[in-house]
């Protein structure tokens, strides 16, 4: 029965503050159900994640290596620490998700985060890559974070220049890497006339091939890009000031709803329709713009289950004045 600490990423603790433990705890619990007695541990002034496990199998190591907080792992023997070995789990170099700094970027170990609890929620076996889908893509930290992994992103984002500022950079980051890939901008048609843009690039590694497709456009209008293809999991973080909308979406008396539940509201049932049954829904969102009771009202009503109680009420934490950032994820039967 060893008992195990987990060493945080140095960083983890600037990010969150205070709350660096919490979340970390939550995320394993949900993710790693072969642990138990999690909680945190100071030693020597320093904060470990510390848990219990009967053994540990190569598959359960990368389970904790997958960790958005994970830098290294210890047995603690008595008085000593023996470290474990954890295995490499990205298939990409990380300065994959790390170069790229922008303002409203979302954090990229909360994406990691969010990212893991949504797919350890998918009740699908795997049939090759995991299908993610963040419609809500911005310049596309939740489509690296599931192509770091080893799984195929796509995306769709509404503004033109975040769309092309992502495809930019994955261009210039595949070449400068040496990595076999074709990555190319093509226009959308409809009708004979162009509509939108559309980004793919896909990577050839040792052993497997990753695809990463983008469109321009507004995310009510997802499904009808994307046709009849369907994903396991939909990851995003919903807007705290709503710019994904579409640009004539105008809402009487001449002005535009621009509140991030109002988008919800039109866009949930879309995202759902796109899930394969099995598939889970991992969302973001602002608490002071929306109830957490609403919006798994919202989330009912598209025909999904929500993951409830437990560690899933412990992700809420503090980013700045006015934001109370939670997550939600829901699966579809």
């Not at 970390?24 to 999690?38: G, H, N, Q, V, Y």
């Not at 299908?131 to 770091?148: E, F, I, N």
């Not at 293809?229 to 579409?246: E, L, Q, R, W």
């Not at 866009?267 to 973001?284: N, P």
């Amino acid at each position: 029965m060893p008992d195990l600490l987990l060493l945080r990423t140095p960083s983890a603790n600037r990010v969150y503050a205070g709350e660096a433990a919490a979340l970390s705890a939550a995320e394993l619990e949900i993710c790693a159900p072969f642990t138990r007695d999690i909680a945190d541990v100071d030693l020597a002034g320093v904060g470990y994640l510390g848990f219990v496990a009967d053994e540990l199998t190569e598959d359960q190591l990368a389970i904790v290596s997958t960790q958005s907080t994970a830098y290294a792992l210890y047995e603690r023997e008595g008085a000593l620490l023996r470290p474990l070995q954890l295995p490499d789990v990205e298939v990409l170099d990380e300065d994959l998700i790390t170069i790229p700094k922008y303002q409203g970027k979302t954090n990229e170990q909360f994406t990691r985060l969010l990212l893991n609890v949504t797919l350890a929620s998918v009740q699908r076996e795997a049939d090759g890559p995991r299908q993610v889908l963040d419609p809500l893509a911005g310049r596309g930290t939740t489509l690296s974070s599931a192509m770091l992994l080893g799984h195929d992103g796509f995306g769709v984002e509404a503004d033109e220049k975040a769309f092309e500022q992502m495809a930019a950079f994955h261009k210039t980051w595949l070449r400068r890497k040496r990595i076999k890939h074709t990555a190319d901008i093509t226009p959308v048609r409809r009708d004979g006339k162009a509509v939108g843009k559309r980004f793919d690039a896909t990577i050839r590694l040792e052993g497997r091939t990753l695809q990463l497709t983008s469109f321009t456009g507004d995310t009510r209008d997802s499904a009808d890009l994307f046709g009849k293809k369907k994903f396991d999991a939909i990851v995003t973080d919903a807007p705290y000031g709503v710019v994904h909308g579409s640009t004539t979406d105008v809402r009487g008396g001449g002005k535009r709803d621009r509140t991030p539940a109002r988008l919800l509201k039109d866009a949930v049932g879309v995202w759902s329709s796109q899930l394969k049954h099995g598939g889970a829904l991992g969302l973001s969102w602002n608490t002071f713009g929306l109830s957490r009771e609403d919006l798994a009202e919202l989330l009912q009503g598209a025909g999904l289950i929500v993951r409830a109680d437990g560690p899933w009420e412990r992700f809420a934490h503090r980013v700045d004045a006015s934001i109370r950032r939670d997550l939600v994820v829901a699966v579809k039967p």
